[in-house]
C-alpha cells in the first residue's frame, strides 16, 4: 500500500490505548508511512503531562474504547498539555455522537471511527497537525440530523431571518469551509482573499457565536449544516 506524504516534514505522532491487537496493529501502519515518527505509546494508566513533554508529540492518537471518557478529559489525556499545544484525534469504534461532542469540548480536533482507511487516517494526522479538523463523516450526518430533527427545543444561535446572531454570506462560506477542515491558508487561496482578511473573519466568526476555539467552530459548522451547504454549493457552480 502506498500513502502519500512528504518525508522532508517529519510529524511526530504519539498512541494512547489499551494494549492489544490494534494498538499493536496501528502502531505497525503508522511507523511505515514516510514523514511520520512514533514517540511514544501509552495506555491511560501510564499517562502523565511529563510522557508530552518529554517525548513532544506534535498529534496525539487516543484510543477511547475500554477507557472512561470522561475521566480521560479530567486527567488531560485528550486535551493534552495547553503549552505543549498537542493536536489530539479521538478513535473509536462506536459512532456515537454524543461521546464526539464530548470529545471534542474537552479539546479533541478529531474523531475518527476505528475503521477508517489508512490514507483517510494519515489525511487526518495532518489536517490537525495543520490547523484544521478531522470528523468521521457519520457522526457529522448524525450530529446535524439530530439537531435538524430532534432538538428543536434549542434553537440554533444563527437562524436564516429575525434571529439573535445574523452571519454575512461570506461568513456562512467561511464557517463552512472550516467544518470542511479547510486551514486558514486554504480557505484564502480557494476564495482568493488575503489571510489576514480571513483571520477577521474568523475571530469575527468567534466572537459572534460565543465559541472558544477553531475546533468548537468546526464542530458548530458540521452540526447546523454549514459543511452541507457548503458542498452543495460547490455542487451547483
Known amino acids: 500500500m502506498q500513502v502519500s506524504g512528504s518525508p522532508n516534514d517529519v510529524l511526530s505522532v504519539a498512541v494512547c490505548g489499551a494494549p492489544g491487537v490494534y494498538r499493536a496493529g496501528l502502531m505497525t501502519v503508522l511507523r511505515a508511512i514516510p514523514g511520520l515518527d512514533v514517540v511514544a505509546e501509552f495506555d491511560s494508566a501510564g499517562y502523565s503531562p511529563r510522557v508530552l513533554r518529554e517525548h513532544r508529540p506534535r498529534v496525539l492518537l487516543m484510543d477511547l ?50 475503521d477508517t482507511p489508512v490514507q483517510s487516517l494519515v489525511d487526518a494526522i495532518r489536517a490537525v497537525d495543520r490547523g484544521g479538523v478531522a470528523l468521521d ?6 450530529l446535524v440530523t439530530t439537531l435538524r430533527y430532534g432538538v428543536r427545543a434549542a434553537p440554533a444561535p444563527v437562524e436564516q431571518e429575525g434571529g439573535r446572531v445574523k452571519l454575512t454570506p461570506r461568513q456562512r462560506q467561511i464557517l463552512g469551509l472550516v467544518g470542511l477542515g479547510l486551514t486558514n491558508i486554504e480557505i484564502a ?24 476555539d477553531r475546533t468548537q467552530l468546526a464542530v458548530f459548522a458540521c452540526t447546523h449544516g454549514f459543511r452541507d ?3 452543495r454549493r460547490e455542487k451547483s457552480a
Request: aromatic share 2%; hydrophobic share 40%; net charge neutral.
Open 189 to 212: 487561496d480557494r476564495l482568493r482573499l488575503s489571510r489576514p482578511t480571513v483571520k477577521t473573519h474568523i475571530s469575527s466568526l468567534l466572537r459572534v457565536l460565543e465559541l472558544r
Open 229 to 231: 451547504l457548503d458542498a
Open 137 to 142: 463523516p457519520h457522526v457529522a450526518r448524525d
Open 65 to 114: 474504547d475500554g477507557f472512561d471518557v470522561g475521566d480521560l478529559l479530567a486527567r488531560q489525556v485528550v486535551g493534552g498539555t495547553s503549552e505543549l499545544a498537542v493536536q489530539v484525534i479521538a478513535l473509536s469504534s462506536d459512532r456515537d455522537s454524543g461521546t464526539a461532542i464530548e470529545v471534542l469540548r474537552g479539546g479533541a480536533q478529531g474523531f475518527l471511527h476505528k
